[in-house]
């Protein structure tokens, strides 16, 4: 191959190590209107009066929207395919305020201070209401979240909002009570995830300005430009037709900017005003008003019989969605879809689950979303159970783990938001994975523990994992690629760079495809006027789907060179060869250079433009699949972690960039540790965010992470573009499972909760001091 | 008011307010390159050189680097063509937000040190957060640079 699975940089990296613009802020006009938004400062309250009288009445106030000048029109800020699975419960602006943070009105003015006096001048009279703060007391509280008219679901998910219900659902297949009697071993435990904040150090940031065809114009980092315009078509009543949506270089998302926040605002004040307008998230407001992570309360029983064989799971999961329900269903969905199939042996496996509202920060879509509390939850409990039948959890897991060339009943039954797709694994290296990460971490030597000294004891804990590769049936990517005169491509893509390395890989698919070098074919990725549909990134899509999109048009237009080759070189396109420099008849050695052939059929004889657009819709999700090993150190005193090394095997298909893959996988890996041990969206009892800056909430910093060791799987999944799976989402996976069980190998203490804190472990050792005291 | 600021090799007037901190001032005048990640000083996104020193440009009023050199990426070009061109060998790239000012602080940390421990190159480096690489790309990459002795 020539331009897929061989080392290429990033088509982007240098220009953007040189500083150059690109990001969305960088983009805004200068004479922008500023805006500001008022925040709720109460968990739940009601507008009984807002007067903004005063605040208009300062000079270089431009406009200020409350609730009564915004159309009322329930919708879904998630930043989905239509119709969403998310309830549509949220105003662009409300009545009701629903956590501290909530949008109560906004202010555009010709400057921020200025913003910031006006804001001061808005008087609101609230009604404030009690607040569920807690999750496990949601549900059937007398005190309801929505109970406005109005708000309603694209079709069945358990929607019950007088329940603060936002979402339910129950599966099960086999009879999982009675299976679970018959076992020699059941186990069952509960297990906690908090939630987690993206972080991505780009904060979410838009600009709008009106052009001279009179069209709203966005540039919005964002992930899902095509769901941002028809979202703000829907909500505000702009015709679909007049917004153009635009995004830059983004700087982050991990999902936190799949959804619509500042859009909605520069949209309405861009489109009222005529003038052009940006707002940009203080790193406050990315923490306390834009979304993090589900918190989960998820229970297991798992049983077995005394050879090892797992017969029966159970998982119950209550998912906190906070005030607004974006991603309730489809989060909590993969937390049974994208983590039980693991073991697809057992005679019957059930779950089921509620996701409730309270007066938390919304969560929505981040990296990983609901495999990751998932993931804990299993990957805990397989190690627990293997403990109680006296077996290796390792061999546990090679008897009863996924296998290439099977299936689970669960994939049928379980999509996120529909029904799901059957499919057996074509590709699955997971025992490899396994194998090779024991290898490579020195399990046969570490486990479970090893090196102990008088303070400190080293230990070595494992999980395994998978993911999808889009959604089938749902999410669709699209290219269209087009010769040039000089003979390079142009590649449009719908497909949403991130900084995944998105542009670079369709780059080179192309380029391989192409039979040309990755310099000869320019990429320019998600606009809504110049580049086909693509859902965005998200729910690891991109590599499939928008990767299968770009590799059709690439065939199509192939075929269609070769075509006019054949004309111009007068025989048939099966005498065509073509090698990426010259198109041969090779009845008679008649030659044309890709160059001149290009020059030719742009300007001479029979002129026309080759282009070619493909689009591609998944009838499958090849899962990619990983093992993940930790080796730590716990301090016996203090309890402190240090991570020494993580190893990650994984199968995610061909690696269409090596090392770019190998990127996401160590992102990832970090963001998992953050979670497995430091990171915590924590609130005070009367519902304010602690964590609201950098300062209080911590991301791994480089002190933290010692060494990352990454492989993969020699793998080619038929159905991917050059054998590729995707591989954005599947390292985040491993990595609190896989410390739990490191800390109980370590020093025979379990923790059931994340973030994993010498706190928690120093209490769980007192109350094991207790209890053996007692005894 | 108005300061002189020698930046990126050649003299400038800025007009500031005294209240103003540098990241804004320069973001005014299209030094895009130097960014807003935080409101804490926690972050190391909008990094600038001030006389050669790395310093967080979001805690630095305006007017106290008058008459000093500042320098933003745009002025070691060539040694940012260097680092850029091993983060493309270690895959080290992703989002890019955090590259221009991580660039100019291992320049810096170049100009100041020899022979760091990896441990040193790390505390060296602390401020500047990543959330997309995982660490370990990037600092194969600072490594290889450090030891170019070109
Ligand atoms: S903006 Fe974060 S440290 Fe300056
Ligand atoms: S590359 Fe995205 S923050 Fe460093």
Redesign the interface.
């Known amino acids: 191959m020539k331009a897929v699975n061989v080392l290429t940089p990033s088509i982007d990296g240098k220009g953007l190590m040189m500083g150059k613009k690109g990001y969305t802020d960088d983009l805004a006009e200068k004479d922008s209107l500023i805006i500001k938004v008022l925040r709720s400062p109460y968990p739940f309250a009601r507008i009984k009066k807002i007067d903004v009288f005063k605040a208009l009445e300062l000079v270089g106030v431009e406009t200020i929207i409350t609730h009564h000048d915004v159309p009322r029109v329930p919708f879904t800020r998630a930043g989905q395919g239509y119709p969403e699975p998310s309830p549509h419960d949220k105003f662009v602006l409300d009545e009701y305020v629903r956590y501290i943070g909530d949008e109560v009105c906004v202010v555009a003015a010709i400057s921020e201070a200025i913003c910031d006096e006006a804001i001061k001048l808005i008087e609101v009279e609230y009604e404030v209401l009690k607040p569920i703060l807690d999750f496990e007391e949601a549900l059937d509280n007398p005190n309801i979240i929505h109970p406005e008219a109005k708000i309603h679901e694209m079709f069945p998910i358990g929607f019950a909002p007088k329940r603060n219900l936002a979402a339910s659902y129950k599966m099960e297949v086999g009879d999982v009570e009675s299976t679970l009697k018959k076992a020699d071993v059941v186990v069952k435990d509960t297990f906690y995830t908090q939630a987690q904040a993206h972080t991505m150090l780009e904060p979410h940031t838009v600009n709008a300005r009106i052009d001279y065809q009179n069209r709203l114009i966005i540039y919005s980092s964002t992930q899902t430009p095509f769901h941002v315009r028809r979202i703000i078509s829907q909500a505000l009543g702009i015709p679909l037709a007049e917004i153009r949506v635009i995004k830059p270089r983004v700087g982050g998302g991990f999902g936190g900017k799949q959804a619509i926040h500042g859009e909605m605002f520069c949209a309405l004040v861009t489109y009222r005003t005529g003038k052009p307008s940006k707002i940009v998230f203080s790193r406050t407001e990315v923490f306390e008003a834009t979304y993090s992570r589900h918190p989960m309360k998820i229970e297991m029983a798992i049983g077995a019989m005394n050879d090892g064989r797992i017969t029966a799971i159970d998982c119950h999961v209550l998912s906190d969605t906070g005030a607004y329900g974006e991603h309730a269903l489809t989060v909590f969905m993969v937390t049974g879809s994208k983590v039980l199939p693991l073991y697809n042996k057992v005679d019957a496996v059930r779950f089921s689950g509620e996701v409730v509202y309270t007066n938390h920060t919304p969560a929505g879509a981040f990296r990983g979303y609901g495999a990751i509390q998932g993931n804990f939850a299993l990957e805990s409990i397989i190690d627990i159970l293997a403990r109680k039948l006296k077996f290796d959890p390792i061999k546990l897991r090679e008897l009863n783990m996924m296998k290439e060339k099977e299936t689970s009943p669960i994939f049928a039954i379980m999509g996120e938001g529909t029904e799901g797709t059957a499919m057996t694994m074509d590709t699955c290296k997971l025992d490899f994975c396994v194998k090779r990460g024991k290898e490579l971490i020195g399990w046969e030597r570490k486990y479970p523990r090893y090196d102990e000294t008088p303070t400190s004891i080293k230990a070595v804990g494992m999980a395994i994992a998978m993911q999808g590769s889009g959604i089938p049936y749902i999410d669709m990517g699209a290219a269209t690629i087009k010769l040039n005169d000089g003979g390079f491509f142009n590649l449009l893509v719908g497909a949403t760079e991130i900084g995944q390395g998105s542009d670079t890989i369709l780059t080179q698919i192309a380029a391989e495809e192409l039979e040309v070098t990755v310099d000869k074919v320019i990429v320019y990725s998600s606009d809504t006027d110049l580049t086909p549909f693509d859902v965005g990134a998200y729910a690891s899509s991109t590599t499939f789907v928008s990767g299968n999109a770009v590799l059709d048009a690439a065939r199509k237009l192939k075929q269609k060179m070769v075509q006019e080759a054949a004309r111009i070189l007068e025989c048939t396109s099966k005498d065509i060869l073509y090698d990426g420099e010259n198109f041969t008849n090779t009845t008679n050695n008649k030659l044309i250079s890709l160059v001149d052939f290009a020059n030719e059929i742009t300007y001479s004889r029979e002129q026309k433009q080759l282009s070619e657009t493909g689009s591609y819709v998944g009838h499958k999700s090849p899962p990619p699949f990983m093992a993940g090993f930790v080796d730590l150190e716990i301090d016996k005193e203090t309890f402190n972690i240090k991570i020494l090394d993580y190893v990650s095997v994984v199968d995610c298909g061909t690696t269409i960039n090596p090392k770019l893959a190998q990127g996401q996988v160590e992102g990832a890996i970090v963001q998992g540790l953050g979670m497995a041990l430091w990171e915590e969206v924590k609130y005070s009892s009367s519902g304010k965010l602690i964590s609201n800056s950098l300062l209080n909430y911590q991301i791994p910093t480089r002190l933290d992470i010692n060494n990352l060791t990454t492989e993969f799987a020699e793998s080619y999944e038929e159905s991917g573009p050059f054998g590729a799976k995707s591989v954005g989402e599947v390292g985040i996976d491993t990595p609190p499972a896989a410390v739990a069980n490191a800390v109980f190998n370590a020093i025979g203490i379990r923790i059931t909760s994340l973030p994993i804190t010498p706190e928690k472990i120093f209490r769980a050792s007192q109350e094991r001091k207790n209890t053996h005291e007692q005894e | 008011m108005k300061i002189k600021v020698y930046i990126n090799d050649q003299w400038r007037t800025f007009d500031v307010e005294p209240s103003e901190y540098l990241l804004d001032t320069l973001r005014r005048y299209d030094y895009?390159?130097?960014?807003?990640?935080?409101?804490?000083t926690?972050?190391g996104?909008c990094t600038v050189l001030l006389d050669g020193k790395p310093v967080p440009s979001c805690s630095v009023l305006a007017v106290s680097v008058d008459n000093k050199a500042v320098t933003?990426?745009?002025g070691i070009?060539k040694e940012?063509?260097k680092?850029?061109?091993y983060?493309?060998?270690?895959?080290?790239?992703?989002?890019?937000?955090?590259?221009?000012a991580l660039?100019l602080t291992v320049y810096a940390m170049k100009q100041e040190f020899d022979n760091l421990s990896d441990h040193e190159i790390?505390?060296y480096?602390?401020g500047?957060?990543?959330?997309?690489?995982?660490?370990?790309?990037q600092?194969k990459a600072v490594r290889k640079y450090l030891e170019d002795k070109s």
Do not use: M
């Open positions: 895009l390159s130097v960014r807003r990640g935080c409101d804490t926690s972050c996104v933003t990426v745009e070009k940012a063509e680092i850029s061109h983060f493309g060998l270690e895959g080290a790239d992703q989002c890019g937000f955090c590259n221009p660039a790390r505390e480096l602390i500047n957060l990543c959330r997309c690489s995982g660490y370990i790309a600092e």
